[in-house]
């Protein structure tokens, strides 16, 4: 009986240490399928960070390039734009020349024309008072011989003749004078 109790108590011990190996076994298996699965997790989660991270770089560079070609484009305009002011700023000089240039030839001309009228205005005035003068003198003249000639006239009427003969070629040759 102690033999039989022996054996079945072997028997256990042995059944126990297969029903541990077993459950061991099961422990390992579960614990690897669990790795893989964790991994594989891991491994998909990896993939899809990479995936994210490349599209997030390639988002990145086409706004970056966008950005570029906007700053370019803006810095064309703006350099449009001051070539376009500076070529205005240079219109305008040159046509505050010009419209400075036309002031003074006109005002140069008024001045000229003013010194001439005043010249021309002196120049008549001066002839006026020569003619004046002198026909004031002929007046003079002729009062003198008038009464010169009535004066004769009562002596002599061929010398008032020769008088007026006198007379005409007096103002003959005061009129080629002047």
Do not use: A, C
Not at 13 to 23: A, F
Not at 70 to 86: G, S
């Amino acid at each position: 009986m102690m033999d039989r109790i022996n054996r079945e108590r072997e028997e256990l011990m042995k059944k126990h240490e297969e029903d541990r190996e077993r459950i061991k076994m099961m422990i390992e298996q579960e614990r690897q399928n669990q790795n893989k699965e964790r991994k594989s997790r891991e491994e998909e989660f990896r993939e899809r960070e990479d995936h994210y991270k490349r599209g997030m770089k390639e988002q990145e560079e086409k706004m970056r390039d966008k950005m570029k070609g906007v700053k370019e484009e803006f810095k064309n305009k703006i350099k449009e734009m001051r070539k376009e002011i500076e070529t205005v700023k240079e219109e305008k000089e040159k046509l505050q020349i010009r419209y400075n240039m036309e002031i003074d030839k006109l005002m140069h001309r008024i001045e000229n024309e003013r010194q001439n009228h005043e010249t021309e205005r002196k120049r008549r005035e001066e002839e006026f008072k020569e003619r004046e003068e002198w026909y004031k003198r002929l007046m003079k003249d002729r009062e003198k011989k008038e009464s010169k000639m009535l004066e004769q006239m009562k002596y002599e009427p061929t010398q008032f003749e020769k008088q007026k003969q006198e007379e005409r070629q007096e103002r003959e040759e005061e009129k080629k004078k002047h």
